[in-house]
């Protein structure tokens, strides 16, 4: 009887606290602050499971037309995922050119938003940014996408949720049609900043993640953007200690990338606080795809004088 007495419990406590919330809300953010934290101190305490959202399955391709697929050898490979601002949730849609495209379901698509593979009907960060990418590096881009609104660094590593399944599940079978993943884009945090009490254990989820993408796309390195900032007055400016622990796992980690600081876009660069407008996209791949590309060339460099060493070295 005690675990159903329990579940009783919590559940009283947690409709007890949206209650509280909807009555409030109206005046301040506290109660709405508070029922996300309690929700999910008993949520993990006693090891329930979330309502997980559905992740994109065949059915998000039905109306859309597959195109023909880049030369391996050719193409840059890049993964992306996170949250909603990694979905598909800026006003204007984007459509990438005929370089860019999407890899889902075994096949390739245009790289039109919303992107296969994320949540969400609006426009995405990526569309444009590979775009941008493909054109300074003069090179085609496959795209193998993976963002689902409102989550936290630990769903992604709670099997029950099959968020991480599914991205794996893309990488996999790109990769059995030759497609090599050299970048993974990952932008998260902003819930994370509105629930997390305890900074160590959410930096053993980061790191975690981290080293996850890195066991399932080990020719790759890890682009971590820095994001904290959501709606309400504890977020509005982005919350310091979360955006310090990405900035310490992105340094802390050969494969990591410490990428972009996003929460230095403010309001103007949002559409309500927390998701970017056009505007705010438009600033991040102006940011963002040249730091790639140098990057990209960096490394490229960095292998060719490594494999001249090697083969002159007697």
């Known amino acids: 009887m005690r675990p159903i007495v329990s579940v009783f419990v919590a559940f009283a406590i947690i409709v007890f606290s949206a209650m509280a919330g909807i009555v409030f809300t109206l005046e301040t953010d506290i109660p709405r602050q508070a029922f996300d934290r309690l929700s999910y101190s008993v949520r993990t305490t006693m090891g329930l499971e979330k309502s997980w959202r ?49 890899w889902f379901e075994g096949k390739c698509f245009p790289a039109a938003d919303p ?34 609104g409102g989550t936290q660094f630990s769903d992604w590593l709670d099997d029950r949720s099959g968020y991480y399944g599914a991205l794996q599940g893309r990488i996999s079978s790109a990769a059995e049609a030759g497609y090599t993943p050299q970048l993974v884009l990952w932008h998260q945090g902003e ?52 955006n310090a622990v990405l900035k310490r ?49 960096d490394e490229k460099t960095n292998l060719s004088a490594d494999a001249r060493a090697a083969a002159t070295d007697p």
């Open 54 to 102: 559905s992740v994109p399955g065949p059915e998000q391709a039905e109306r859309r037309q597959a195109v023909a697929c880049p030369d391996p050898a050719e193409a840059l490979v890049i993964v992306t995922g996170g949250q909603s601002n990694a979905a598909n949730v800026v006003p204007a849609k984007y459509e990438a050119g005929k370089d860019v495209s999407v």
């Open 115 to 148: 992107l296969l593979g994320a949540l969400g009907n609006g426009g995405s960060l990526w569309s444009p940014l590979a775009d941008r990418v493909s054109q300074i590096a003069d090179r085609p881009v496959l795209l193998i996408n993976s963002a689902i």
């Open 191 to 242: 819930t994370d900043a509105a629930v997390i009490q305890d900074a160590e254990a959410f930096e053993r989820d980061v790191t975690e993640l981290m080293d996850r993408l890195a066991g399932d796309a080990p020719h790759a390195e890890v682009y971590l953007f820095r994001a904290t900032r959501c709606m309400g007055a504890e977020r509005v400016d982005g919350v310091p200690r979360i």
């Open 249 to 297: 796992v992105a340094e802390a980690r050969p494969h990591v990338i410490p990428g972009f600081d996003t929460d230095t876009l403010g309001r103007n660069y949002r559409w309500d606080t927390c998701h970017f407008n056009s505007y705010g996209r438009e600033a991040i791949v102006e940011r963002v795809a040249p730091d790639l590309v140098r990057h990209l060339r």
